[in-house]
Every structure is written in structure tokens, then in C-alpha cells.
């Protein structure tokens, strides 16, 4: 049983033996670590895993398509995940608060 070839839309990944995690060289892109590596994870049923594992597919997390979800953070350098980071930061209130202050 494998997980389909498939495109998450910056790469391109090769049919993947269930139950096995691919990895792949980062992609070349500005703000990313070319020595890294990253990776999506083949579920034992045979499908793409979403961001939190047992979510095949992305569902829970709101994507519902067949390519699953790609981990890509090690591929950015310190100083993208340090901007990220201050970003992602706050809580989902601070950024509602956030976003009535900007209408």
C-alpha cells in the first residue's frame, strides 16, 4: 500500500510506502535552509497525514484536500523562525482584537 505521488503546491513528492515518513531537500526559496530537509508522513491505511497525526488528509485542521500537510519548519533559517515566531505569538484573541483595531 502507498500514499499517491502528489503536489503540495511547493513540491512535488513521490508515491511513498505506507506507514514511512518522506523526506526531501527544502526547496530553493529566499528565507530557507538548503542543508534542511522536509517532510510529510504516510499514514499505515495509505494516506497523506494532516498536521496533527491521526487527521488523514488535513480535515480537522480545516484542509480537506488528498496531499496532507507538508512540515517544512526546519527548512526555515533562524531568522525567518524568529519573525514567524513573534507572529504567531499572540492568541487567537490578541489577533481578533488585532484585526477589529485595523477596520
Known amino acids: 500500500m ?14 511513498t510506502l505506507a506507514d514511512t515518513m518522506m523526506t526531501l531537500p527544502c526547496p530553493p ?7 534542511q530537509t ?4 504516510c499514514t499505515a491505511e495509505g494516506r497523506w497525514q494532516g498536521k496533527v497525526p491521526g487527521d488523514e488528509e488535513g480535515a480537522e485542521a480545516g484542509d480537506t484536500s488528498q496531499y496532507g500537510w507538508t512540515n517544512y519548519t526546519s527548512c526555515f533559517t533562524p531568522d525567518v523562525r524568529d519573525l514567524l515566531n513573534q507572529l504567531y505569538s ?3 484573541e490578541d489577533a ?6 485595523d477596520k
Open 2 to 15: 502507498y500514499c499517491n505521488a502528489t503536489f503540495d503546491k511547493i513540491m512535488c513528492w513521490p508515491p
Open 29 to 35: 526559496v529566499q528565507g530557507v535552509d538548503l542543508k
Open 96 to 101: 481578533q482584537v488585532s484585526h477589529t483595531h
Open 38 to 41: 522536509a517532510y510529510k508522513t
Open 90 to 92: 499572540g492568541t487567537q
